[in-house]
């Protein structure tokens, strides 16, 4: 497999399908650009070898074409952090795209409208009515494969190399995140620096993990961790498992949780996962007390108590002094560490500080010599609130890609391009 730093973009065009999906606000000024940050290497790369970068990326979820989800919205910023005045075509194929993808010379930059403005990026038909028979969906499915097919060829025919940078959606065997990449040789496409890095990352965790390795798996429900956990239970040491969802775990061991978030269906599966885990060796580390209140509310009044004697009226939100001792202990002597998934409402300041000692604790042991992951939506959230984005050695700018990462299954965008 070729790497982008090995490669010369001198004269080429790279179709380089990024994350853009950034937010916005009502007046289209974007609220968060660490997507955008996150892909110039690879961009700059490319037009300081003397290449042209034609980039791509989806916006939202548009069901057709819609204004507030174009990608003119951004132009201008991404002009502004590439330093070029980059170019735009007002469909992602076409003849107006082809004219430009064709016209564009070394150092300058092309920017495609939103790819998911046509079904075929994610492959799936529009429009097909809810009770339409099982045969004119499967034909319909089909129809959309060939279409799908073409998409992907159009784009492809743009340029001359395929740069895959957008992590965000490498779980998705989408038009331009994976089945473009068909229409390239082994030496013309690659991983843009992103995607290499982030892959890099969850490797280096998965399958050479220096010991003993941690995972803290928090957030509100076990139903959306339970692949993660299982995939975890054959690697790590240690499992510290917080947030809503440890509630879960305490009333199936015959805890009083009161009004506690509980899955009741999932009950049996979380003794299950207790029972795997004392099989594997893993010491499952849940909190012993709670910080409580009488709301899900940051006015609500608040308590200490033992994590499985919680009065009926009040929840679990946070752990508390207890909890934060034993998951620091854990947390500072590992040498792996990997964070999803906050260990309580930090959200609201009287429930955060269980999330800040877990930072705390992951910065110390990576200033210790640990290498720290922290990744999916909340935490990445919570490392930036407590301001150890930088003191911690990689943060995934993925969601449910690194989730699939994690729970060992092969990411499309991913096997695509280097064969698995
Ligand atoms: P997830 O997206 O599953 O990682 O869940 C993250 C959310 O879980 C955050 O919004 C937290 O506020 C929430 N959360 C963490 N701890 C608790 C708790 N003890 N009770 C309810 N929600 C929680």
């Given at each position: ?15 380089v399908?990024v994350?853009f ?12 650009d660490t997507r955008i940050r996150a892909a110039l290497p690879t961009l700059k790369k490319i037009l300081a070898?003397?290449?042209?970068p034609?980039i ?21 910023h991404v002009?502004d952090l590439l330093g ?81 940078d ?26 843009g620096y992103l ?226």
């Open positions: 497999m070729i790497t982008i730093d090995k490669f010369n973009f001198s004269g080429k065009k790279a179709f399908r994350d999906n950034v937010p916005l606000d009502a007046q289209f000024n974007i609220t968060d070898d003397g290449g042209s034609i791509a990326s989806h916006l939202g979820r548009p069901k057709g074409v819609e204004d507030k989800f174009s990608l003119k919205h951004i132009l201008k002009s070029v005045d980059v170019q735009f075509a007002n469909d992602c194929v076409g003849p107006e795209a082809a004219a430009k993808a064709a016209a564009l010379q070394p150092g300058e930059a092309l920017m495609l409208e939103n790819l998911r403005f046509h079904a075929e990026e994610e492959g799936k038909p529009r429009g097909l009515a809810e009770d339409a028979s099982d045969e004119v969906k499967a034909a319909a499915k089909k129809d959309m494969k060939e279409k799908q097919r073409a998409f992907a060829k159009e784009l492809a025919s743009f340029a001359d190399v395929y740069v895959n957008a992590f965000g959606t490498a779980h998705r065997a989408h038009g331009s995140t994976a089945i473009i990449a068909d229409d390239f040789d082994a030496d013309h496409k690659m991983f995607l290499q890095k982030e892959v890099d990352a969850v490797e280096k965790i998965m399958k050479e993990p220096a010991r003993p390795f941690t995972a803290i798996i928090g957030g509100a429900k076990v139903s959306s961790k339970i692949d993660i956990i299982e995939n975890l239970l054959d690697k790590v040491d240690n499992l510290i498992i917080g947030g809503g969802m440890a509630f879960t775990f305490i009333k199936a061991a015959g805890g009083q949780i009161g009004n506690s978030l509980c899955e009741d269906d999932k009950l049996d599966l979380a003794n299950e996962i207790v029972a795997k885990a004392k099989k594997n060796g893993v010491n499952l580390v849940i909190a012993s007390d709670a910080k409580i209140g009488d709301a899900f509310s940051n006015d609500a009044n608040v308590k200490v108590c033992d994590a499985d004697k919680i009065p009926a009226g009040w929840m679990g939100l946070d752990i508390a002094e207890k909890g934060e001792a034993e998951f620091s202990e854990v947390i500072k002597i590992s040498k792996t560490i990997l964070w999803n998934g906050p260990v309580g409402v930090f959200e609201f300041a009287k429930f955060a500080q269980g999330s800040e000692v877990v930072t705390a604790a992951i910065v110390a042991s990576t200033a210790n010599g640990a290498f720290s992951l922290v990744g999916g939506g909340d935490s990445v959230a919570c490392v930036n609130k407590f301001d150890a984005a930088d003191k911690v050695s990689y943060v995934s700018t993925g969601g449910g890609a690194l989730l699939e990462f994690i729970e060992g299954k092969v990411l499309p965008g991913v096997k695509a391009i280097r064969g698995y």
